[in-house]
């Protein structure tokens, strides 16, 4: 049976000496697990592609509220560090793995965040349509890069947000060269199936050397990536998310419980919802295999 827990209860664990990476963490889902985190004494990297909006919510961040009644912003600030991270571009994961390694020398959990959901057709600087590179190689790549420092820290955790909307993965057309664009939903929900793919590709691949990988899906979550809509598409998206969407707090409740909760000790590769394995599909080896092999590709 695998542990199980309420959303929004308390995560009974002290997290002092543990070092976290969440990518994304300038706003939205990421930002609030990095929040959950830090209040556990975590020692939170927050991984963001602009400085100055990561310092900006380290601050925030770094300030607690109304309802914290824990340490003072001081000490909030000293467990919390802005560090630069392009997702989808490769030097940028390269350089700053090499300086989380060299800064700690540890990394207990990795939390795979950052994500974009483009309304129209974008390639990066690399060529790779950037759907694709920030949501899929962007998880791979940083896994690749920090494994060896998980594995040298374990027992340790990466915890990779997916999502339920997850279909129609090509890998004859990763780039949606060929296929309508349709305001982007495709392409996302293509990285979503991937997410999902690659990380039980990755909880067999690190499980012998004590690292665990999960996904979860956040549930309908009004962040910054709910905005990016564009004419009545987005008007109409805004409005749902607006009406029917979670916080961004209750939408990183499973990825922090995920990073920290001590019962999950061992357990690994399954896909969570509400602090609840749920059924998750994409789990065929051969599928998962050429998934592997083509991202392997560009890694």
Request: hydrophobic share 45%; glycine share 12%.
């Amino acid at each position: 049976m695998t542990p199980r827990g309420r959303p929004g209860e308390p995560i009974p664990c002290d997290l002092t000496g543990a070092v976290v990476v969440v990518t994304g963490a300038s706003a939205g889902i990421g930002k609030e697990v990095a929040r959950g985190l830090v209040r556990r004494n975590a020692h939170v990297v927050l991984a963001c592609r602009d400085r100055a909006r990561g310092e900006a919510a380290r601050a925030d961040l770094a300030r607690g509220d109304a309802a914290w009644h824990g340490p003072g912003p001081d000490e909030l600030g000293r467990r919390l560090e802005v560090a630069l991270l392009d997702a989808a571009d490769p030097a940028s994961i390269a350089a700053f793995a090499a300086g989380v390694a060299a800064r700690h020398g540890r990394l207990d959990a990795l939390v795979n965040n950052a994500g974009v959901w483009l309304p129209r057709r974008e390639e990066t600087p690399e060529g790779l349509e950037r759907t694709f590179a920030t949501n899929v190689l962007g998880y791979h790549r940083l896994t690749r890069a920090l494994a060896p420092l998980l594995a040298a820290s374990a027992p340790a955790r990466v915890v990779n947000v997916a999502s339920r909307m997850a279909w129609g993965l090509d890998l004859g057309d990763l780039g949606f060269a060929r296929r309508a664009w349709g305001r982007g939903a495709g392409a996302y929900a293509q990285s979503k199936q991937a997410n999902r793919m690659l990380s039980w590709s990755w909880a067999e691949r690190l499980r012998p050397q004590g690292v665990t990988v999960h996904a979860l899906h956040p549930g309908v979550v009004a962040t910054e990536i709910a905005r990016a809509g564009r004419g009545l598409v987005g008007l109409g998206a805004r409005a749902y998310f607006a009406l029917v969407g979670r916080s961004p707090a209750e939408g990183a409740d499973t990825a922090v419980w995920l990073a920290a909760e001590p019962a999950l000790d061992g357990v690994t590769g399954l896909f969570w919802q509400d602090r609840r394995e749920v059924a998750c599909g994409f789990r065929d080896p051969a599928a998962r295999a050429a998934l592997w092999e083509a991202v392997e590709a560009f890694a």
